[in-house]
């Protein structure tokens, strides 16, 4: 599995999370984790295209 499968497929394991309405502290800890999700997906997909040129 790829490191982008990987981050992917946890982002999805902690959205469902959020669907089970944690409590407050659950939820901030689960969006600071969607959170560095996005920015390594961001900074992979950059990787990526800085590759390809």
Request: without cysteine; proline residues 4%.
């Amino acid at each position: 599995m790829s490191t982008v499968a990987k981050l992917l497929a946890r982002k999805l394991a902690l959205l469902q999370r959020l669907q089970r309405d944690p409590g407050p502290n659950e939820r901030e800890e689960i969006e600071a984790l969607i959170a560095q999700i996005e920015t390594a997906l961001t900074l992979l997909d950059s990787d990526d295209v800085a590759e390809g040129e």
